[in-house]
């Protein structure tokens, strides 16, 4: 089987070639809920390079995940290269890339040959539909990035150090800076690191100051995740995992004579409390009651000490991100897949979305933004109600959107106290401040949103 595509990006061939030379590159171009890398920092277009990547969400165990290794067997610099399998689900895979000028702009040819194990063959229609949609998703991608680079290409190249670099949106950040021309420093939880590493221990309280000498900016994405059930100690550890570490940071950077300028730090609209009808949420308010924004209110003041010393902070409070990787999204599409889908919460609540592309813009944004500081909503600038959230879901998978998900669910699997301030929500959060700081926003409409997230 053999399917070709051609997109057009309206940037100059040069650019585009730049940015699939640079790591993060194939990392930006794959979906995160259809596969992952097995090492993100692997980047650039040369002759014998091994790429491998676990297909499917990664959530899922490795073992449910094929492992699918390709080599990039040949390459020109002016612009194209070839992808064979070398160990994967497919008999045989070929893929041709053309990265063309034309005119001002550039056309990205797609031409892969294909072929099916015989007992899948029945399916060569579906996996052609999902391989035009992937190179449609690709293109799109790849548009908006050059995008957001160039409003910054006036920013001398930085040195960001990463904390959480491995979960959803730090994988993705990393590769974001990476195809702009940064330098990324991960930071690990390990005392043998690689090259381009740091090690720290939040739960120890070590960091040597020295490891973020040259470092311009650190992003702490770091804490454990909040969808789960509130146990006393998960929520201890949920607590812990936010505040030592960012305590640990802002001490550091603080006491350094020559240490990074600027601190962006994660935190949560769950500052807002759960349920706030009938109000628009802005970073004025002071906040409201519940776990979650006693947790963020704490979280941060975690970064005091940083402010106090004259760095720079600035805090992203992340509204719905949506991804078929993971968050609150991902459970939701077998049910919709299924046709059994609906509203989450009461129809009338508010629920503040962002594509997950556009929040890790967002704290692209605050990281090479010199005058970006304080709290900043990470939402999108059209929240909409649960009954249209399901309503846009339905239409975008084709499934009915008529089955609300009785109140038990959830709290069967979050239990009562978490269900109740992740689920049965009523959110409006302003993006106002965060539009006014300079980003735009690539999805501006939730229907724009998850047709690129679901590549619909």
Known sequence: MRIETVHRVARPQPDVLAWYDNPGALVRLTPPGLASADDPTVGGMRGGRLVGTRLGPPILPDLLRPHWILRQVEHEPEGRFVDQ?????????????????????TAIRDSVEVEL????ERLAPVVESQLRRLFAFRARQLHDDLAFHARYAHVPRRTIAITGSSGLIGTQLAALLETGGHTVHRMVREHDVAPGEISWDPRAGELDPSDLEGVDVVVNLAGRSIATRWSAASRREIRDSRINGTMLISRT??????????????SAIGLYGPRRPGELLTEADPGGEG????????????????????????????GMALSDAGGSLLPQLPLFLAGVGGRLTDGEAMTSWISLDDIVRAFGHAALSADVEGPLNGVGPQPVTAREFARTLGKVLRRPAVVPVPPAGPRLVLGSAAADELISVDQNVSSARLEASGFVPAHATLEDALRHVLRR
Do not use: C, K, N, Y
């Not at 070398?86 to 702009?105: C, I, Y």
């Not at 950077?253 to 994660?266: D, F, I, N, S």
């Open 117 to 120: 194990p015989r007992r899948l």
């Open 85 to 105: 399998q070398v160990h994967g689900p497919w008999r045989t895979w070929r893929h041709e890339h053309r990265l063309e000028a034309e005119g001002s702009g």
């Open 291 to 318: 776990f979650l924004a006693d947790l963020v209110r704490d979280w941060e003041g975690s970064s005091h000490a940083a402010a106090e010393a004259g760095v720079r902070v600035a805090h992203v409070r992340t």
């Open 253 to 266: 950077v603080a006491g350094m004579r020559e240490g990074p300028a600027a601190l962006v730090q994660a």
